[in-house]
């Protein structure tokens, strides 16, 4: 791929790669699409129902971080969808093709989708695109966020009680979670944290809560109707390694409050420190644990 940097300001960089890892006439043989070539039909239920699941992988130093991670949350996600995707083995594939083709000049956001294909029939469309990591995310991770508290509408109890609803699963459905944000960016902030009916923290749209108090790392268990983040467990594995705790434990919005940090993680723009929920400033001080070098190492960038 080209040797831009991705710290261009005015000219947005527009560099893609897209490889198709099934559907076609060729199958299940991963190959290189031409980016500024369509792919999918138009009848394609990814595009008509946003009947599908995806994952988004970071691509550091030309590789990609804890792929493992995201194709066993991918097979859960097709799981609970009743599809039937690739293998592992053909996703990895495609991914080392992809992450060859783009490089190791600029960090790369990696997607894999799987939709269910055509309406017409013929089978599940499965590829992947990368794209550079944008502006957002690298100024989310030096300078911190403000973030808007919203509703969800659901009870905690509702992901278990309702599967159909597929709140555990990364599905292709996110315009609820993009018209979140854009109502938070329109009223001034950077990102939105989810709240249950009953009060409790949830996650943002594309995003884990993590919170640190007296010396442990705290963050809502699954059950709560949320994606398990592969930020937060890889983060955990690292840091359970020197001997720091990290808890899953059902918080209220006072808990993110008097926390000594608060940070949203994700596998694109890593660790981003909270440093203001709707009007309240949270504090400044150095955290005794910083998640950012954690979340850091766990992806291979330190
Ligand atoms: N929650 C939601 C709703 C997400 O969309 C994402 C990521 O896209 C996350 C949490 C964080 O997951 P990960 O750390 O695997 O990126």
């Not at 005015?10 to 070539?37: F, I, M, Y």
């Not at 992988?57 to 995201?70: D, F, N, Q, T």
């Given at each position: 791929?080209?040797?831009?940097?991705?710290?261009?300001?005015?000219?947005?960089?527009?560099?893609?790669?897209?490889?198709?890892?099934?559907?076609?006439?060729?199958?299940?043989?991963?190959?290189v699409h031409p980016a500024d070539q369509p792919l999918l039909l138009a009848d394609d239920l990814?595009?008509?129902?946003?009947?599908?699941?995806?994952?988004?992988?970071?691509?550091?130093?030309?590789?990609?971080?804890?792929?493992?991670?995201?194709?066993?949350?991918?097979?859960?996600?097709?799981?609970?969808?009743?599809?039937?995707?690739?293998?592992?083995?053909?996703?990895?594939?495609?991914?080392?093709?992809?992450?060859?083709?783009?490089?190791?000049?600029?960090?790369?956001?990696?997607?894999?989708?799987?939709?269910?294909?055509?309406?017409?029939?013929?089978?599940?469309?499965?590829?992947?695109?990368?794209?550079?990591?944008?502006?957002?995310?690298?100024?989310?991770?030096?300078?911190?966020?403000?973030?808007?508290?919203?509703?969800?509408?659901?009870?905690?109890?509702?992901?278990?009680?309702?599967?159909?609803?597929?709140?555990?699963?990364?599905?292709?459905?996110?315009?609820?979670?993009?018209?979140?944000?854009?109502?938070?960016?329109?009223?001034?902030?950077?990102?939105?944290?989810?709240?249950?009916?009953?009060?409790?923290?949830?996650?943002?749209?594309?995003?884990?809560?993590?919170?640190?108090?007296?010396?442990?790392?705290?963050?809502?268990?699954?059950?709560?109707?949320?994606?398990?983040?592969?930020?937060?467990?890889?983060?955990?594995?690292?840091?359970?390694?020197?001997?720091?705790?990290?808890?899953?434990?059902?918080?209220?919005?006072?808990?993110?409050?008097?926390?000594?940090?608060?940070?949203?993680?994700?596998?694109?723009?890593?660790?981003?420190?909270?440093?203001?929920?709707?009007?309240?400033?949270?504090?400044?001080?150095?955290?005794?644990?910083?998640?950012?070098?954690?979340?850091?190492?766990?992806?291979?960038?330190?």
């Amino acid at each position: 791929m080209g040797t831009a940097t991705d710290s261009t300001v005015d000219r947005p960089d527009t560099r893609r790669v897209v490889v198709l890892v099934a559907g076609g006439p060729e199958g299940r043989r991963p190959r290189v699409h031409p980016a500024d070539q369509p792919l999918l039909l138009a009848d394609d239920l990814a595009a008509v129902r946003g009947d599908g699941c995806f994952e988004t992988l970071l691509v550091v130093g030309g590789k990609v971080a804890k792929p493992e991670r995201h194709l066993a949350r991918l097979r859960r996600s097709s799981a609970a969808l009743e599809l039937e995707g690739p293998s592992d083995d053909e996703w990895l594939a495609g991914i080392t093709l992809a992450a060859r083709e783009w490089g190791a000049a600029a960090e790369g956001m990696l997607r894999l989708v799987l939709s269910r294909g055509p309406e017409r029939g013929g089978g599940v469309t499965a590829y992947i695109t990368v794209a550079p990591v944008g502006p957002q995310a690298r100024r989310a991770r030096a300078e911190g966020i403000g973030v808007t508290v919203l509703s969800r509408g659901f009870a905690s109890d509702f992901g278990e009680s309702a599967p159909w609803m597929l709140l555990g699963s990364k599905t292709l459905s996110y315009a609820a979670n993009m018209a979140a944000l854009r109502y938070a960016t329109a009223r001034g902030f950077d990102d939105v944290v989810y709240l249950s009916s009953d009060g409790e923290v949830l996650e943002g749209p594309r995003s884990t809560v993590v919170i640190l108090r007296d010396g442990e790392l705290i963050s809502p268990p699954g059950e709560v109707g949320i994606l398990e983040g592969t930020t937060l467990g890889a983060m955990a594995e690292v840091a359970e390694r020197e001997g720091i705790t990290v808890r899953r434990e059902r918080l209220l919005v006072a808990d993110l409050l008097v926390a000594d940090a608060v940070w949203l993680v994700s596998s694109v723009t890593l660790a981003a420190r909270v440093r203001r929920i709707d009007e309240v400033t949270l504090p400044t001080a150095e955290p005794s644990i910083d998640v950012a070098t954690l979340v850091d190492r766990a992806v291979g960038r330190a």
